[in-house]
């Protein structure tokens, strides 16, 4: 009887001890104003941004942004995977999915595309590259 109530004694007191521990919390981004760019408050000055080639394990990628009043209005895929046909088919349909999203975002938050995530990576490094000289 001693054993049972020293075993469960010790069993509450660990339960206490862990619900006592507070949960590590993420990170949690600043919004943008609507209609900004980026992650950095302020409008961008119009112009075209080309982002950095950022190698990745299929070949480098790099995107080429345009910014018109403080709003992103269009990505281009500058260098995309393209050393044999899987690559290339890769990013064609890679791309497009992840140039909508950046324009729908009108930053570099956006997922991945299953199925491509080295380009995908890549892709996003170079936009925010990109949207990073935009706000200078």
Same mark, same amino acid.
């Given at each position: ?6 075993? $469960?004694? !010790? *069993?509450?007191?660990?339960?206490? @001890? ?10 949690? /981004? +600043? =919004? ?40 992103? $209005?269009? !990505? *281009?895929?500058?260098?995309?995977? @393209? ?10 349909? /890679? +791309? =497009? ?40």
């Amino acid at each position: 009887m001693r054993r049972l109530l020293l075993s $469960t004694a !010790v *069993t509450v007191a660990g339960v206490c @001890s862990l619900l006592a521990l507070k949960p590590h919390q993420p990170a949690v /981004a +600043v =919004p943008t104003q609507p209609g900004s760019v980026g992650t950095t408050p302020g409008t961008p000055p119009s112009g075209t941004y080309t982002g950095d080639v950022v190698d990745t394990r299929y070949g480098p990628v790099q995107v080429r942004v345009t910014i018109a009043d403080g709003r992103l $209005t269009d !990505v *281009t895929a500058v260098r995309t995977p @393209s050393e044999n046909e899987r690559d290339r088919e890769i990013a064609g349909y /890679a +791309v =497009p999915t992840l140039t909508g999203e950046a324009l729908t975002a009108q930053s570099a938050h956006i997922d991945t595309v299953s199925g491509a995530t080295y380009t995908s990576e890549g892709y996003i490094r170079s936009l925010q590259s990109a949207l990073d000289q935009a706000h200078g």
